[in-house]
């Protein structure tokens, strides 16, 4: 499966952006997908992941009550939807998938990856 990353861009602090994580090659509703983010400097994060079913979801908690993901089978996407923003949500996001109904926080359990989409959030 093929993953493509959308949706970042610059926005002032307490603003909104939506990425997206498009997949083609196979179909997505198979595959529990995952957002990362990796700030300049910093390690590679857990951010959001969700199930394959869209049943269950989780959040790292930096991002709780902010940051929604959610999944449309239709179009074979997954969403963040990202509200009240912080300049310390800058970072470079990826999506990734894993095949499989259940979803993973650690990286290394996720075989495919997009190639990511920059948002920088300006205070």
């Known amino acids: 499966v093929q993953l493509q990353a959308s949706g970042g861009g610059l926005v002032q602090a307490g603003g909104s952006l939506r990425l997206s994580c498009a997949a083609s090659?196979?179909?997505?509703?198979?595959?529990?997908v995952a957002w990362f983010r990796r700030a300049p400097g910093k390690e590679r994060q857990f951010v959001s992941a969700?199930?394959?079913?869209?049943?269950?979801?989780t959040y790292t908690d930096s991002v709780k009550g902010r940051f929604s993901i959610s999944r449309d089978s239709a179009m074979n996407t997954i969403y963040l939807q990202m509200s009240s923003l912080r300049p310390e949500d800058t970072a470079v996001y990826y999506c990734?998938?894993?095949?499989?109904?259940?979803?993973?926080?650690?990286?290394?359990?996720?075989?495919?990856w997009g190639q990511g989409t920059q948002v920088t959030v300006s205070s």
């Open positions: 090659g196979r179909t997505f509703g198979s595959y529990a």
């Open positions: 969700i199930s394959s079913t869209g049943s269950s979801s």
């Open positions: 990734a998938a894993a095949y499989g109904r259940d979803y993973y926080v650690t990286p290394g359990n996720y075989n495919y």
